[in-house]
């Protein structure tokens, strides 16, 4: 069942991570985590997921003395993301 | 939060929840408008002053033959207020980004367009000085460009009124002359960045 969707995406957290970073430049785990309410383990794991594959870019950096973990989109994931839209539309509208 | 098995439309929601989560923050741009608001009226009405100051009898005779002396004050007066004013927004800026979890491509954008709009300043002053002409009516117009396009970028009515009364002050400066020139900008300033600000700083997220 919906083979064409990129299967990394096509996961709740993953999903929802990408499209936070589709719509800003940057954005801070600590402000996934209370978006997504997510543990912030299986965020860590999501991350690294998305990290390996290209599509998101992890900087490590500090913020008043404690670690940060800054996160943006590539643009190979840009592209991945604007796929999978595109064939979620299929889905939704297969006449299209 | 994690499940495999999405439906498409499950997938649109998840998108669309987290596109339509971002909210502007206003209050980050309206302490930079009210900071640069504050800084500039006080500039034009002390400027006002100085002018008025130089044009009394008791200056026309201590200034004979030295007239070249007047743009200076005025110049140096507006250095003093910007660079307080600099000085200011750099630890304003500090405290923001301390705050600051998410940074919007609509933050990039208005960040660099205000330093484009603040170089623009020093190269029109450079401008206006070379040509002789007053430096208000550039200034404005430059002011009123970036305060527009600010408004217009981040969906916000009073802060695009304010840009295009900075226009019609632009238009006005031109029939202006002497001292109530710098009044003309204070209140233009007052319009364009004071009032749009304190809107900004009572707006919801």
Known sequence: MYTDLDPLLHSQLRLAIISMLVASDKVEFTHIQSETKAAAGNISIQIKNLEDAGYIKVEKTFKNNYPNTILSITDQGIKAFESYVSNLKKYINPRK | ???????????????????????????????????????????????????????????????????????????????????????????????????????????????????????????????????????????????????????????????????????????ASTFVTNEYLALLVGAAIICGYLIPGYFLKAAKE
């Open chain 2, 1 to 171: 939060m994690e499940k495999n098995s999405l439906t498409p439309e499950e997938s649109f929601d998840i998108i669309n929840k987290a596109i339509s989560n971002f909210k502007m923050n206003y209050k980050e741009n309206a302490q930079v408008f009210l900071l640069w608001g504050w800084i500039l009226t006080l500039a034009s009405i002390s400027n006002f002053i100085i002018l008025k100051i130089l044009s009394s009898w008791e200056a026309h005779e201590l200034m004979a033959g030295k007239w070249e002396l007047k743009g200076l004050y005025i110049l140096g007066n507006w250095v003093v207020f910007c660079l307080i004013g600099f000085i200011i927004l750099y630890f304003m800026v500090r405290k923001i980004n301390k705050d600051k979890k998410v940074y919007s491509h609509i933050d990039k954008f208005i960040e660099y367009l205000w330093w484009v709009t603040a170089a623009s300043f020093v190269i029109a002053t450079i401008i206006c000085f070379r040509m002789r002409i007053e430096p208000p009516v550039l200034m404005l117009l430059i002011a009123g460009i970036a305060t527009t396009t600010t408004g217009l970028v981040i969906k916000f009515k009073p802060l695009i009124i304010g840009g295009i009364l900075f226009f019609i002050f632009s238009i």
